[in-house]
């Protein structure tokens, strides 16, 4: 699996570098069109997964999506379900750090993809902007992926579930959708070897606006993790 691993991401830098050149012109067009090439993107590289290591994947839960903007709040293994929730997600959009930005060409791509940036520097007031931008686009009909966790966790490891969420949880007041998966078994945080299996992204039942911050932080993970270590084993 190791030189498999090797030819998937030398596939994958290659493929990105084509998307990116060949995708230029959609910065110059209304923000609408940049899913286009980006779901073109994401789909190469399912297909790369899928014939180069073995990785299959499959989405459950997806009727347990309802038809209005939403806070969707994942546990975060791999790489695999930041691409996996933006490609089956209408209208959605992540967090970024500001200084990613300004990276040339990439930052343009993330401000032309309507994603909202945090400057982390800034603290309280940085804090309250970014919940403002969030909820301006929520309630322009946009769906949000947070990942709890901050960062992704190996199968198994012991969770820690941050409560930056719910400041936008209480300020938009929209309804949060926990997401359960075990990605990591086949495709861990760093450059691992890519392992052949089959990837589950669950969406759970929702929980409804208005519980108060510890309950809903305890809902939240007690929901992730229960089906997450039931998609482990």
């Not at 286009?36 to 009727?63: D, M, R, S, Y």
């Not at 970024?96 to 603290?123: A, C, E």
């Not at 932080?217 to 084993?233: H, P």
Request: hydrophobic share 40%.
């Amino acid at each position: 699996m190791l030189l498999l691993t090797i030819i998937f991401y030398c596939t994958f830098a290659l493929w990105t570098i084509f998307m990116g050149v060949l995708s230029l012109p959609f910065i110059f067009l209304p923000s609408k069109h940049i899913r286009f090439p980006a779901k073109i993107w994401i789909k190469g590289i399912f297909i790369f997964l899928q014939n180069i290591c073995g990785v299959t994947h499959e989405i459950k839960g997806i009727n347990k999506l309802t038809d209005e903007p939403l806070i969707i709040v994942s546990k975060h293994q791999s790489a695999f379900e930041t691409f996996a929730l933006y490609y089956y997600l209408k209208k959605s959009f992540f967090i970024h750090k500001k200084q990613l930005f300004y990276i040339p060409i990439f930052g343009q791509y993330l401000m032309k993809s309507n994603m909202v940036s945090i400057d982390r520097t800034g603290h309280a007031k940085a804090m309250r902007k970014m919940i403002s931008d969030v909820k301006r686009k929520l309630d322009d009909g946009s769906t949000i992926i947070i990942f709890p966790e901050g960062t992704r966790k190996k199968p198994k490891e012991k969770p820690d579930y941050k409560s930056g969420f719910i400041g936008i949880y209480n300020t938009a007041k929209r309804k949060l959708q926990p997401v359960a998966l075990n990605s990591g078994l086949y495709w861990q945080k760093g450059i691992r070897v890519i392992r052949k299996g089959h990837i589950v992204i669950e969406f759970l039942p929702q929980i409804n606006i208005g519980l108060k911050k510890n309950e809903v932080l305890k809902k939240v993970e007690d929901s992730i993790e229960s089906s997450t270590n039931k998609l482990l084993n």
